[in-house]
């Protein structure tokens, strides 16, 4: 579905216009000199602040906003459904206090040590993926590396087939980037997942193993295990929140690195570098914007919001916002100083961080280490996904082994 | 000079353990904690103040003897 052209991202923004997607950096800037805080009539009235201390303000703000729905698409869920107060992918989807006890027992499979015992795993996927690509000239760095790593470390963890990669982005692809179509229509497409997710739970439900279907199968709420919606929504939200988010980072950070040979020598020569630097690729170009809907007609900073207003809450913005950061449009892949929101802010915060940066820093390690120089093939022909996740989604390089 | 987390600002996010592993730990749900009483040895002082700096949320901080 195509809409019709912006004429001012100030009164009328669409985060699926063609210039957005392109490149939503200077309208960001543009609206911080004169409307921080935009809005817009499309899907039924959208807010938009730029700010990092607007953004900050209503990630922090459970008292005036939502998480109920954080997608921002043509229709509003019901007061009743998804049904309050799981929500369609909990924790993301749920509000205080559910939100916390169902944070609170996914928190230990995400944390730094949890993580780190994946990264064996992640480092043979990645070389994997490498030797399968073999000696080349020419690659995408997109579909033929970066698309895969989150795939595979995500059916890793839920022990799913690590054949239906193909699957999981479909149904990836149809929830992150079709928010324009009718709503009946989004809501339908959840049926075939819901299929696919009830067979895994079958296969885990006869034949228990270490992983985090097994876990959500076995933990308990004040002693009953989980409803299967809840299940059904972690796992979407495992699917939605850890596949185009991680792909756009990575292919993000090389898109980058292919247009700056100073940052790719540098890093290519000293990967302790990576974990600065990828701080920074991370603030520079944050793949996730959030949205919450407002939960009463309230004034925000003078901003008439009316009660199941969107709010887009763009992280992207925060990050490039230069009364938040020195040089904030500048990528500075040593920034000693960098309290980006790429994350998020307060109780939503990404729960899969950890697991983001091990990804990102394994994933850049081994493409620099196979491909001592890389560069665009043709600017041109990169493509980035449109919605609320931004990253390349075509990334066709010039390579030259190491 | 020693570190503190407060608790209730904490999100997680996992700069202070990275950034200072000698000063801060993460428990098993992945919030920031300090190790021993927090006080920071003389050639961990910068450290403290990049973990300081860093924090999303302002929940790490130092306090001057």
Not at chain 2, 34 to 39: F, P, Q
Request: with cysteine; hydrophobic share 40%; net charge negative.
């Amino acid at each position: 579905m195509t809409h019709r052209p912006v004429t001012d991202f100030a009164t009328d923004f669409d985060h699926t216009d063609p210039a957005w997607v392109a490149d939503p950096y200077p309208i960001y800037e543009d609206l911080r000199g004169r409307c921080p805080v935009a809005h817009s009539d499309r899907y039924g009235g959208t807010w938009l602040p730029v700010e990092h201390r607007d953004v900050a303000a209503i990630a922090n703000d459970q008292e005036h906003f939502t998480s109920r729905s954080v997608v921002v698409v043509e229709g509003r869920p019901t007061d009743e459904a998804p049904p309050a107060p799981i929500g369609l992918a909990p924790p993301i989807t749920s509000d205080p206090p559910f939100h916390q006890i169902a944070r609170r027992l996914l928190l230990p499979a995400f944390s730094p040590r949890a993580v780190g015992e994946l990264e064996g795993f992640t480092r043979d996927l990645c070389e994997g993926l490498l030797d399968s690509i073999g000696d080349v000239d020419h690659l995408d760095a997109s579909l033929d590396y970066a698309q895969h790593i989150p795939v595979g470390v995500i059916a890793k963890m839920l022990g799913f087939p690590p054949g239906d990669g193909e699957i999981f982005r479909g149904f990836v692809h149809q929830i992150l980037e079709s928010v324009d179509d009718p709503f009946e229509e989004r809501v339908a497409r959840f049926a075939p997942l819901e299929d696919y997710f009830v067979a895994q739970v079958e296969d885990h439900r006869a034949n228990p193993r270490d992983d985090l279907t097994s876990y959500l199968l076995d933990v308990e709420i004040n002693g009953s295990h989980l409803e299967d919606r809840h299940i059904f929504g972690t796992m979407i939200l495992i699917l939605a929140a850890g596949i185009d988010t991680t792909w756009s980072a990575i292919g993000a950070s090389i898109w980058h690195l292919a247009q700056h040979d100073d940052d790719r020598r540098r890093l290519a020569k000293d990967p302790s570098l990576l974990p600065v630097a990828i701080e920074e690729f991370l603030r520079a170009y944050a793949p996730v914007t959030m949205a919450r809907l407002v939960k009463e007609d309230f004034s925000f900073e003078g901003c008439p919001m009316k009660k199941d207003d969107w709010v887009l809450l763009s992280f992207p913005a925060a990050n490039r916002d230069p009364s938040f950061f020195e040089r904030a449009d500048e990528v500075v892949i040593d920034r000693e100083v960098n309290r980006h929101a790429a994350f998020g802010l307060g109780i939503h915060r990404c729960i899969g961080s950890n697991l983001a940066r091990m990804e990102l820093r394994v994933a850049l390690e081994c493409f620099l280490a196979r491909f001592g120089e890389f560069s665009l093939a043709d600017p041109a022909a990169v493509t980035w996904s449109r919605g609320q996740v931004r990253g390349p989604r075509t990334l066709p390089l010039t390579v030259a082994a190491s | 000079m020693k570190v503190t987390i407060d608790a209730e600002r904490c999100q997680g996010h996992g700069r202070c353990f990275s950034i200072a592993p000698a000063l801060f730990d993460s428990d098993d749900l992945g919030s920031g904690v300090v190790i021993g009483d927090g006080t920071v040895a003389p050639d961990e002082a910068h450290r403290a103040r990049l973990a300081v700096a860093n924090c999303p949320e302002g929940a790490v901080s130092i306090e001057e003897d």
